[in-house]
């Protein structure tokens, strides 16, 4: 399954929208602050895709998860973040976070409203954190099938579709085939973006 990243601003923010957002990083390069769970997250990939395809200058601020994050967002400590849909939800539909766009190919059911990075205008930015179960190769091939016909049997309950659709998840279930070519794929995906903004651990 996948969760979108939904791009939110503190209410200090005045942009409306992510046109706004970008004219206001260009008329101050470097002085908008973004968030993230930390360095390589997703968070920090869909703001470094965000700034190629703006051609603006924002600041990573790396924070140990997304709570801790989320407090100085609130707070007007920082800017901006590209959280996931299940940890800003809450704060969005309260009114103490602004949602300008999700980064997922459809808008969300959960924020309707909310267009999607390519309707803003940067198609460029999709991106999305999602989650598979890996075994060690060394399991035996019957025992891999078998755990995900379970897997596929949880997935398929519509109590686990209701829950899930709640926190803006989406359910994706794949072969075993099509999540190993599809895990190849966002790992050079995400290989280009490290490279070209010579992201590291250390920083």
């Given at each position: 399954g996948s969760v979108p990243n939904v791009l939110v601003v503190g209410n200090s923010v005045p942009a409306q929208s992510v046109a706004e957002l970008v004219a206001l990083a260009k008329k101050n390069p470097g002085q908008i602050n973004f968030?993230?769970?930390?360095?390589?997250?997703?968070?920090?990939?869909?703001?470094?895709?965000?700034?190629?395809?703006?051609?603006?200058?924002?600041?990573?601020?790396?924070?140990?998860?997304?709570?801790?994050?989320?407090?100085?967002?609130?707070?007007?400590?920082?800017?901006?973040?590209?959280?996931?849909?299940?940890?800003?939800?809450g704060q969005i539909k309260a009114g103490k976070l602004r949602a300008l766009a999700v980064t997922s190919p459809q808008r969300n059911p959960q924020l309707p409203q909310v267009p999607t990075m390519a309707?803003?205008?940067?198609?460029?930015?999709?991106?999305?954190?999602?989650?598979?179960?890996?075994?060690?190769?060394?399991?035996?091939?019957?025992?891999?099938?078998?755990?995900?016909?379970?897997?596929?049997?949880?997935?398929?309950?519509?109590?686990t579709k209701t829950r899930l659709d709640a926190v803006?998840?989406?359910?994706?279930?794949?072969?075993?085939?099509?999540?190993a070519a599809f895990h190849m794929a966002e790992y050079q995906r995400f290989g280009d973006i490290i490279r070209k903004n010579n992201i590291r651990l250390d920083q």
């Amino acid at each position: 399954g996948s969760v979108p990243n939904v791009l939110v601003v503190g209410n200090s923010v005045p942009a409306q929208s992510v046109a706004e957002l970008v004219a206001l990083a260009k008329k101050n390069p470097g002085q908008i602050n973004f968030a993230s769970s930390g360095t390589g997250s997703t968070q920090h990939i869909a703001a470094e895709m965000f700034k190629d395809a703006a051609g603006i200058q924002i600041t990573h601020v790396p924070y140990k998860g997304s709570a801790a994050a989320l407090v100085d967002l609130v707070s007007g400590q920082v800017q901006m973040s590209f959280d996931t849909m299940p940890s800003v939800i809450g704060q969005i539909k309260a009114g103490k976070l602004r949602a300008l766009a999700v980064t997922s190919p459809q808008r969300n059911p959960q924020l309707p409203q909310v267009p999607t990075m390519a309707e803003a205008g940067l198609p460029a930015v999709e991106i999305s954190a999602w989650y598979g179960i890996y075994m060690p190769a060394s399991t035996p091939k019957a025992v891999v099938q078998k755990v995900h016909d379970e897997v596929n049997k949880v997935i398929a309950m519509p109590e686990t579709k209701t829950r899930l659709d709640a926190v803006g998840a989406e359910l994706r279930p794949m072969s075993q085939a099509e999540f190993a070519a599809f895990h190849m794929a966002e790992y050079q995906r995400f290989g280009d973006i490290i490279r070209k903004n010579n992201i590291r651990l250390d920083q």
